[in-house]
């Protein structure tokens, strides 16, 4: 499985349709939480470029605090 031999510290789904598939046929295998972020489809209007910058720059900080923090998945 790619998550015991990856160093990969966090999983994030790109808007809710991808977080509901990753609930249901991802999840139950891995047990790894997801944090799901606004879409970057063209279809989601209702998020301006500096907002969906604002939250996909969660991505930098959490991965910078990972790293400094020495978290890491047993």
Do not use: M
């Not at 799901?36 to 063209?42: A, I, K, N, V, Y």
């Not at 605090?65 to 047993?74: D, V």
Request: net charge positive; glycine share 4%; charged share 20%.
């Amino acid at each position: 499985e790619i998550l015991q031999t990856a160093s990969i510290r966090q999983i994030f789904t790109n808007g809710g349709t991808a977080d509901r598939l990753y609930k249901k046929y991802c999840f139950p295998q891995t047990q790894q939480k997801a944090i799901c972020l606004p879409s970057t489809s063209p279809a989601n209007a209702a998020w301006s470029k500096k907002r969906l910058l604002t939250k996909w720059n969660q991505i930098v900080l959490i991965s910078n605090k990972n790293q400094h923090t020495g978290f890491h998945r047993p």
